[in-house]
C-alpha cells in the first residue's frame, strides 16, 4: 500500500470530465432559450411600448426600443386614464384592491390554519365528515354560486361593498387552504403534540407557540396563493362591487376596453404592468420559500 | 415461587399505589388494543412494560398520560380517579422515543414551557430549570436550540422536561430506541441513577430485554393487548409463566421440546428426564403431553455433568462463537436445541458432546393452553 502511493494513479481519477457542448446540453439549453424568448418577448414589448408616445408607437415598430423615452404613459395608467365615466387611472382600482387583498388574505390564512390545525391535532367528533364536505366544496364551479352568492350578500346588506368580495374570497378560499394546512400539520411530529399537551398547553397554546413558529413555509405558501389569487380575481370583482368599489383588475380592463377615443397603447401597457407588478413582487420575494412549503406539505396527508 | 410469592405480596402491601389501572379497554374503531387490563404500580416503583411490537405498549402509556380517552374501566394516579382529566392536571413527566423537543425554543425554553403553562413565579422556574440541568449535566447546554444537539443530549433534555415538573411518575416511551449501542448503555444507567435518586414511580416502555432486565423492579410482559406476565426480573427469567413469556424472555430463546409426562417423568423419544426436583405449579405431576423448555445457557457440559441428575449425548452440528460463549446447535428428540458453553472450551463439529439437565431448572408448560404445570 505505502509503496503503491508514491506512483502516479492510471486509469480514469477524479471527476469524470463532461463535455460542454454534448448533443443532450444543446437540445436542453436550446429548448430552455426558446421557452425564455416565447416568455419575455411579449413582456420585452409590453415594456418598451409602454416608454413610447404615441407618434412613435404609430410608426409600427413594436420591436424597436423607444426612440424617446417618456414616463408620461405610466402617470396617465395611474392618475389620469378614463375608467368608464371617471377618469382617476388605477390608482383607485389598486387602493380597492389593497383593501380587499390584504384583509381577506389575513382573514382566510388565519382561519383556515386553525381549520387545519383543528383536524390535524384535535380529532374531533365528526371531523372527517368536515372535511369531506370541505374538500367537496373545493371542486363546486364558482359560477354555480355566483347568484346565490349575490342574493345572500344583498340579504345581509354587503352587496357591492368591500365588505361583502372580503367575505366571498375568504369563503372561497376556505377549502384549499384548509387541506393545504391540515397536511402539512399531519407531517409534524405527532410526539411534539402529546409533549406540549402533558406540558399543560391548551388549543391555542399549542397552536401559536408549537404549531404556527414551525409553519413559515407553508403560511408563505398560503400567501403567494391569496394574494395573487385575490390580486388578480376579476369575476368576483366585477359581480359582487360597483363602480366605486371596483378592484385594480377591473379598473384595467376598463381602460384597456373603452371605446371612447383612440387606442393608446402605451397607456394600456402601463396600465397592464402596474396591475401585475404586486404578484410579480411577491413571486420573487418568496419564491423559494414558497417550494419549499409546497414539498413540505406534499410530504404526508 | 412458593418462597418468591409471600415476599412479593409483602412488598405490594408495603407500598401504597401510585397507579392503578382497573379494567382497562381501548378500542380504535372495531380494533380493541386493550381488553380489560388490571395493572397496579407501586409507589416508587421501576415497572418496565414489555412487548414485541403492535402489542399495545405505547397505547397503554398514553392512555395513562390522559393523551388517549379510554373506552372503558378506570385509571387512578395517587389514589386520585384522573380517567378524564387532562394529561397536564395527571401529575405526570413523559419522554418520547422521537424526543419530541419544540424546536424553535432553546433547551432552556424547552424545559420551562410547561412550568409558564402552569403561571408559576419565575423564580421557581429559573431554580427548578438550573437543578434539573444539574442533574443531567446539560447546564453549558441551556441556550442552545435542539438542532445543535447530539441525539444523547436531546434525550437528557427530553427527561430533563420531565424532571422539572417535579411530579410523582414518570413515563418513557422508548426513550433510547433511537441512540447507538454505546449510547444506549450509558443513559440506561442515568436513568437508573436517576431513579434511585429521585424514587419516583418510572413507567417504561421497550422492546429491548436488556434494558427490561437491568432497570425493572417488575416487568409486564405483554401481548395482543393483554399482561401475559407481572413479576420480578427474576421470576420473569426463571420461572415464565407461559410459553409465550418463555419464549420471549431470553437470547438465544428456550428450547423447547414436545412430549409427554408419564410417571413423574418427561419423555419422548430418546429422552426420558425424572422430573423429581421440578417444582410443578399444581403441586404434584399429573400424566398429561407437555413442553419441555430448557434456557441454553442451564444445561452444562464438561465435567459438570456428572454432577447432573440427567444427561445425554448429542452430535454437535454447528458452532457460534460470540466471543464470551460459543453456542452449538444440536438435535433432541427431533428438535434443533441449542447450549451456551463457554467461550473457551474446546469442541468441533461433529463431535459427540455430554449435556447435564437438571429438572429443577427446567420449564413445563401444558401443550395445548401453554401455560406453565
Ligand atoms: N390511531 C390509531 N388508529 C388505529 N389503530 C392504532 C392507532 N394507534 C395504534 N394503533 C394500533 O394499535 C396497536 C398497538 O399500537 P401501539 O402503538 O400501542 O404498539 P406498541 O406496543 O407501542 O408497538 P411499538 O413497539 O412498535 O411501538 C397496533 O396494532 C396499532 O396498529
Ligand atoms: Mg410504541
Known amino acids: 500500500m505505502t509503496e503503491a502511493s508514491g506512483l502516479p494513479l492510471e486509469g480514469p481519477q477524479g471527476p469524470k470530465p463532461r463535455r460542454v457542448l454534448s448533443r443532450r446540453n444543446i437540445f436542453l439549453y436550446g429548448t430552455l432559450f426558446v421557452i425564455t424568448l416565447y416568455y419575455a418577448m411579449p413582456l420585452y414589448v409590453m415594456i418598451v411600448t409602454s416608454l413610447k408616445g404615441m407618434p412613435e408607437i404609430r410608426l409600427g415598430n413594436i420591436f424597436s426600443p423607444p426612440m424617446e423615452v417618456t414616463f408620461e404613459p405610466w402617470v396617465k395608467a395611474w392618475s389620469q386614464a378614463c375608467t368608464g365615466l371617471t377618469c382617476n387611472g388605477l390608482s383607485t382600482g389598486f387602493w380597492n384592491s389593497v383593501k380587499i387583498t390584504i384583509p381577506s388574505v389575513i382573514l382566510s390564512i388565519s382561519i383556515a390554519s386553525v381549520n387545519g390545525y383543528a383536524l390535524a391535532n384535535w380529532k374531533f367528533k365528526g371531523a372527517n365528515v368536515f372535511f369531506t364536505i370541505l374538500i367537496f366544496g373545493a371542486f363546486i364551479p364558482y359560477q354555480v354560486m355566483l347568484y346565490p352568492i349575490v342574493i345572500i350578500l344583498r340579504e345581509i346588506g354587503l352587496y357591492g361593498s368591500l365588505g361583502g368580495l372580503v367575505l366571498v374570497h375568504t369563503i372561497f378560499g376556505m377549502p384549499i387552504l384548509t387541506l393545504l394546512f391540515r397536511n402539512y400539520f399531519s407531517s409534524l411530529p405527532e410526539e411534539l403534540f402529546k409533549a406540549a399537551r402533558v406540558d399543560g398547553a391548551k388549543f391555542w397554546g399549542i397552536y401559536f407557540r408549537i404549531m404556527v413558529p414551525m409553519s413559515l413555509p407553508i403560511f408563505t405558501v398560503a400567501v403567494i396563493l391569496q394574494v395573487t389569487g385575490i390580486w388578480n380575481d376579476f369575476l368576483f370583482g366585477v359581480v359582487y362591487t360597483g363602480p366605486e368599489t371596483y378592484p385594480m383588475t377591473v379598473s384595467l380592463n376598463n381602460i384597456v376596453n373603452s371605446t371612447q377615443g383612440v387606442k393608446e397603447y402605451n397607456i394600456n401597457m402601463a396600465a397592464t404592468i402596474i396591475t401585475g407588478l404586486v404578484p410579480l413582487t411577491i413571486y420573487f420575494v418568496s419564491g423559494r420559500l414558497f417550494v419549499r412549503g409546497i414539498a413540505a406539505g406534499a410530504v404526508k396527508g | ?373
Open chain 2, 1 to 373: 415461587m412458593c418462597a418468591a410469592l409471600p415476599q412479593a405480596l409483602l412488598r405490594v402491601e408495603a407500598m401504597s399505589n401510585s397507579i392503578e389501572i382497573k379494567n382497562l379497554d381501548l378500542r380504535f374503531g372495531s380494533f380493541e388494543v386493550l381488553q380489560d387490563l388490571n395493572l397496579d404500580i407501586g409507589k416508587g416503583e421501576f415497572l418496565v412494560l414489555l412487548g414485541s411490537s403492535g402489542c399495545g405498549k405505547s397505547t397503554l402509556l398514553n392512555c395513562i398520560a390522559g393523551l388517549l380517552d379510554v373506552s372503558a374501566g378506570q385509571i387512578h394516579i395517587n389514589g386520585e380517579n384522573v380517567t378524564w382529566a387532562e394529561p397536564s392536571e395527571r401529575g405526570i413527566g413523559m419522554v418520547f422515543q422521537s424526543y419530541a423537543l419544540y424546536p424553535q425554543m432553546t433547551v432552556e425554553g424547552n424545559l420551562s414551557f410547561g412550568l409558564k403553562n402552569a403561571k408559576l413565579p419565575k423564580a421557581e422556574i429559573a431554580q427548578r430549570v438550573k437543578r434539573a440541568s444539574e442533574i443531567l449535566q446539560i447546564e453549558p447546554l441551556l441556550k442552545r436550540k435542539p438542532a445543535a444537539l447530539s441525539g444523547g443530549q436531546r434525550q437528557r433534555v427530553a427527561i430533563g422536561r420531565a424532571l422539572v415538573r417535579d411530579v410523582d411518575v414518570f413515563l418513557f416511551d422508548e426513550p433510547l430506541s433511537n441512540l447507538d449501542a454505546k449510547l444506549r448503555a450509558d443513559l440506561r444507567v442515568e436513568i437508573k441513577r436517576l431513579h434511585q435518586k429521585l424514587n419516583n414511580t418510572m413507567v417504561y416502555v421497550t422492546h429491548d430485554q436488556i434494558e427490561a432486565m437491568t432497570l425493572a423492579d417488575r416487568i409486564a410482559i405483554m401481548r395482543d393487548g393483554k399482561i401475559m406476565q407481572l413479576g420480578t426480573p427474576d421470576e420473569i427469567y426463571g420461572l415464565p409463566m407461559n410459553k409465550y413469556v418463555a419464549d420471549f424472555i431470553g437470547s438465544p430463546s428456550m428450547n423447547f421440546i414436545d412430549g409427554s409426562i408419564k410417571n413423574g417423568a418427561f419423555t419422548v423419544d430418546e429422552l426420558n428426564l425424572s422430573l423429581a426436583g421440578y417444582e410443578f405449579a399444581s403441586g404434584e405431576a399429573v400424566d398429561r403431553s407437555a413442553t419441555l423448555g430448557i434456557r441454553p445457557e442451564h444445561v452444562v457440559t464438561g465435567e459438570l455433568v456428572s454432577h447432573s441428575p440427567y444427561s445425554i449425548d448429542v452430535e454437535v452440528e454447528l458452532i457460534e462463537p460470540t466471543g464470551s460463549d460459543k453456542l452449538i446447535d444440536c438435535q433432541v428428540a427431533g428438535h434443533l436445541f441449542r447450549v451456551r458453553m463457554d467461550g473457551q472450551a474446546q469442541v468441533s463439529v461433529g463431535e459427540t458432546l455430554k449435556l447435564g439437565i437438571d429438572p429443577a431448572r427446567v420449564s413445563l408448560f401444558d401443550t395445548a393452553t401453554e401455560i406453565r404445570l
